[in-house]
Each structure stands twice: as structure tokens, then as C-alpha cells.
T-cell receptor, first 115, second 109 residues
């Protein structure tokens, strides 16, 4: 069990550029979540997948954001035309299922800075 | 929106028990109480969860009041490495965890 892996750990980009983050969940975990966290706040839910199906998207996920999990394993989160307000920690989490009482395992996150 | 209320910050002496309170007065019968913590620059880490009964594991104990409207996370012998933000979350059937701002616990030597 290698845990949830996120890449890169840090990303600095210029406003208007596109960025893509990758998340590798724990093997055999069906559920995969993306959260965003800004300084001093708790993580905010963005979206989640059950295998390859994206089942819910938060209103925080604007049209510039897209997430995929093509084969039900790793996931990518892309932000197009980045804005300074996109600067945040992007966290990925996975779980075996999502019946009540199931715990989430989080990665260490990708820290995005938009200049 | 988060369904819990937690103090913004707390201090604890190293080696003493840390008791972190959480109010969840609107909790419904099928909702669990979860505790996670987040050490600086890391992702949240699961600590413990419970439905009605008190729970204990190698990390902590969770005490839930009989009416389930509040709970307390107990770290029996706090160490400096327990300094973190602790999140109390109530969830049941919503498919996701909703985090509040949590309690910043500082363990002092």
C-alpha cells in the first residue's frame, strides 16, 4: 500500500496558462475525490468519481476545470486559462467504496501558484 | 456547508490529554462523526469515526454524547507531532466529506 500519490507537488505557472495535475489512488480504490484548499480554510469538495464515472461536480468547478479518470485508475485535473484565484492546494483522496463509515485517504496535494 | 462547530484554536501541554470538542446539534440518525487532522503542508489524515458508541483506536478516543449533539476527540498523551488542524465532520449518505475550518491544536513543550 503506497498511499495516494499526487504529481507534481508544486506547480508555478503564469496567468493564462493551462496546468494538469495527476492523482494515483490506492490500488483497488473505486472512489476518487478532488478537493481544493486555500490558506486558512478547510478543504473544499470539487468532484468525485466512482470508477471512471464522474458522479458529482461542485459549483466551484467552473468551465475552466475538467477532471478525468479514463480507466478507473489514475485521475487528472486540468485547469485552463489559469487565474490568480486558482492558486491553492489541490488534494486528491480515494476510498474503497463510499458507504457511510468508509474513510478517505488523502494525498499530499499539489500546491499551485499562479503568477 | 459544514454541520459542525469547533473552537478556532486550542493549546495543550506535551504529555497531557488533548480534548477537542465539536458541536453537531443538527446531526441526523444515520450520520457519522468523523475526525481528520492536517499537519502543515500535508493532506488530511483520518483519525477515527463513530455513529453512536464511543470509539477508541491506536490514535485517539471518540466520545459521543447520548443525544449525539456533540462529541469530543481525546488524544490521551499529546506529543509535539500532534500539532495540527483537527476537523470534525458529520456525514451520512452525501457521498462526500464537507470540511469546516477545524481547530488548530498547538502542543507546547
Amino acid at each position: 500500500d503506497t498511499g495516494v500519490s499526487q504529481d507534481p507537488r508544486h506547480k508555478i505557472t503564469k496567468r493564462g496558462q493551462n496546468v494538469t495535475f495527476r492523482c494515483d489512488p490506492i490500488s483497488e480504490h473505486n472512489r476518487l475525490y478532488w478537493y481544493r484548499q486555500t490558506l486558512g480554510q478547510g478543504p473544499e469538495f470539487l468532484t468525485y468519481f466512482q470508477n471512471e464515472a464522474q458522479l458529482e461536480k461542485s459549483r466551484l468547478l467552473s468551465d475552466r476545470f475538467s477532471a478525468e479518470r479514463p480507466k478507473g485508475s489514475f485521475s487528472t485535473l486540468e485547469i485552463q486559462r489559469t487565474e490568480q484565484g486558482d492558486s491553492a492546494m489541490y488534494l486528491c483522496a480515494s476510498s474503497l467504496s463510499r458507504v457511510s463509515g468508509e474513510k478517505l485517504f488523502f494525498g499530499s496535494g499539489t500546491q499551485l501558484s499562479v503568477l | 456547508d459544514a454541520k459542525t462547530t469547533q473552537p478556532t484554536s486550542m493549546d495543550c501541554a506535551e504529555g497531557r490529554a488533548a480534548n477537542l470538542p465539536c458541536n453537531h446539534s443538527t446531526i441526523s440518525g444515520n450520520e457519522y462523526v468523523y475526525w481528520y487532522r492536517q499537519i502543515h503542508s500535508q493532506g488530511p489524515q483520518y483519525i477515527i469515526h463513530g455513529l453512536k458508541n464511543n470509539e477508541t483506536n491506536e490514535m485517539a478516543s471518540l466520545i459521543i454524547t447520548e443525544d449525539r449533539k456533540s462529541s469530543t476527540l481525546i488524544l490521551p498523551h499529546a506529543t509535539l507531532r500532534d500539532t495540527a488542524v483537527y476537523y470534525c465532520i458529520v456525514e451520512g449518505g452525501s457521498e462526500k466529506l464537507v470540511f469546516g475550518k477545524g481547530t488548530k491544536l498547538t502542543v507546547n513543550p
